[in-house]
């Protein structure tokens, strides 16, 4: 018994690292890509996708296109995204700050998947955990499940209340995932490829760095969904 869950482990940590390092490998103009992908794919469910409204009031949106969990008995979720939040006085959205997605999970699970997740910081409250080295869903910051569907409203204490509200997409074998107890942290590495130095997120998000070439595409369609209120 004891050799077998030692080897469930090991194909665990096996796959998981082989699905973090593909992750990994991914050019960070891709991710970005990917990134407004899933933002246009999200907002554009109809009856199902993020609420306009939702989005016009958020500080932050943090999108992590293809989060992987990876597995067998043991999970383990990672995703690599980036968060943008509001400029002073509204005037459209920071520059984005690339950030790490970790969590982990037990359970029966078998194979693994990506999902695509979008969450959006509220408040102030929230903003400030962005801001900080790193926070947990969930834990330092109160987060709950985004109402979805074009005519929704937030009347429910736990949506009204809720720093961060999480979206996600699933594709593969796995029903869907919550990051609830997942670390979020910058992505220090992919920030210096970015902006060719060293910035933190907090410079990068309440700051006024100019948009990286490879990430106009990202830039519109953020643009574009602010102006969606509009129509």
């Known amino acids: 018994m004891r050799r077998t869950l030692?080897?469930?482990?090991?194909?665990?940590?096996?796959?998981?690292t082989a699905a973090f390092a593909a992750d990994r490998a991914i050019?960070?103009?891709?991710?970005?890509?990917?990134?407004?992908?899933?933002?246009t794919d999200l907002m554009r469910a109809f009856d199902k996708g993020i609420p306009q409204d939702l989005v016009d009031k958020a500080r932050c949106i943090i999108v992590v296109p293809g989060m992987k969990k990876a597995g067998f008995i043991l999970g383990a979720d990672y995703g690599r995204g980036f968060a943008v939040c509001r400029r002073m006085g509204g005037s459209g959205w920071s520059a984005p700050a690339a950030i790490v997605a970790e969590g982990g999970s037990v359970?029966?699970?078998?194979?693994?998947?990506?999902?695509?997740?979008?969450?959006?910081?509220?408040?102030e409250g929230g903003m400030n955990h962005l801001l900080s080295d790193k926070f947990t869903v969930g834990g330092d910051a109160a987060a709950a499940a985004g109402p979805v569907g074009?005519?929704?409203?937030?009347?429910?204490d736990a949506v009204m209340h809720a720093e961060i509200l999480s979206y996600s997409r699933s594709r593969g074998l796995f029903a869907g995932i919550s990051l609830e107890g997942a670390t979020i942290r910058?992505?220090?590495?992919?920030?210096?490829?970015?902006?060719?130095?060293?910035?933190?997120?907090?410079?990068?998000?309440?700051?006024?760095?100019?948009?990286?070439?490879?990430?106009?595409?990202?830039?519109?369609t953020l643009n574009r969904t602010s102006a969606e209120?509009?129509?």
């Open 107 to 123: 359970g029966f699970q078998l194979g693994g998947t990506e999902t695509d997740v979008v969450l959006l910081v509220m408040n």
């Open 27 to 39: 050019k960070v103009s891709d991710r970005l890509d990917a990134s407004a992908a899933t933002l």
């Open 229 to 231: 209120r509009s129509r």
């Open 150 to 156: 074009r005519d929704a409203s937030a009347r429910t």
């Open 186 to 220: 910058p992505d220090r590495d992919t920030d210096r490829e970015l902006y060719g130095r060293e910035a933190s997120n907090r410079e990068i998000l309440t700051g006024n760095f100019k948009y990286p070439a490879v990430a106009e595409n990202f830039e519109r």
């Open 6 to 16: 030692t080897t469930l482990l090991a194909m665990a940590g096996a796959m998981s």
